[in-house]
């Protein structure tokens, strides 16, 4: 009796199984990552209150079985706002973060395969977006054009652009003149697609770590201009303004209006931090044999 062949995505996704055991650390990552994910998609539909109805006569209660997170200065429950800023968060760091990969791979992949003059205008280029502190670019940047979701997507993006570029830039330089490039040039390939289809990849495994630390730091970022009045604006629920929200009232005792916002914050950035390992292994080509 004949077998069934093995497809393409048969053989990705029992790569991914295999990687998820071998590292349970990554497992538990790729969990959180679903959660979040869950929370994002269908935050709205499972909170039990409206994240933007206030209710004076429940403000500033302590957590409860009614209100897991307790409730804020105007009565709007904790819980259900650190939920549905998940989608918000989450939204501004993946744009933000494939905003810069893509930019920073095609500037990064051409400085590297082609060189000179074009390398030396980039490395120049990102020589003077890093040499400012790159948080206070971003301010820069939002404060000038406005604290819109779109300019702090622009913002984030652009202080992660020069990490991409170099780090491709490097491993297309050192790859170019490999024995499996020049025999794809000699193939008949053209630079192009010698470079997308035979280069380009090899260097996507080191590149998963930093989509992934970038991850991370692109929704500390998004909260910290939230949290300095430069972010999303109130009354819409986000990390960083109910971080500096509840700031206000830790003197006074309401503890919960900041620390679930911070311990969800945190969590969010600890398990970008955790998916790097487990990325990289994914997409490397010789982890697939």
Not at 99 to 125: C, E, P, T
Not at 207 to 225: C, D, E, H, P, R
């Amino acid at each position: 009796m004949s077998m069934a062949p093995t497809t393409k995505s048969d053989g990705f996704f029992a790569h991914i199984f295999y990687v998820l055991r071998g590292n349970p650390i990554t497992a538990l990552a790729f969990i959180l990552l679903a959660f979040f994910i869950v929370c994002a998609l269908f935050g709205p539909l499972i909170v039990p209150y409206d994240p933007l109805a206030s209710n004076t006569s429940n403000a500033l209660k302590p957590p409860s079985s009614d209100h897991w997170f307790g409730t804020d200065n105007l009565g709007r429950d904790v819980f259900s706002r650190v939920i549905v800023a998940t989608r918000l968060d989450l939204l501004i760091s993946v744009s933000a973060v494939a905003l810069s990969f893509v930019i920073g791979s095609i500037l990064g992949s051409i400085a590297g395969y082609w060189g000179g003059w074009l390398d030396a205008i980039l490395n120049r280029l990102l020589d003077t977006i890093m040499a400012f502190p790159l948080f206070v670019l971003a301010m820069g940047i939002v404060a000038a054009l406005g604290n819109t979701i779109e300019n702090i997507v622009y913002a984030t993006a652009l202080i992660n652009i020069p990490f991409y570029a170099r780090l491709v830039r490097a491993e297309v330089n050192i790859r170019r003149d490999a024995g499996f490039a020049l025999a794809a040039k000699l193939a008949g390939n053209s630079d192009l697609r010698v470079l997308a289809v035979h280069i380009f990849p090899n260097a996507l495994p080191p590149m998963m770590v930093q989509i992934s630390l970038n991850l991370g730091w692109a929704i500390l970022n998004a909260a910290g201009l939230s949290f300095i009045g430069l972010g999303v604006r109130p009354p819409t629920p986000e990390w960083g303004i109910m971080v500096a929200e509840g700031a206000n009232f830790v003197i006074s005792g309401e503890w919960w209006l900041a620390l679930f916002p911070g311990l969800w914050l945190m969590l969010a950035v600890f398990t970008f931090n955790l998916l790097g390992d487990g990325l990289r292994d994914i997409v490397d080509p010789r982890k697939r044999t």
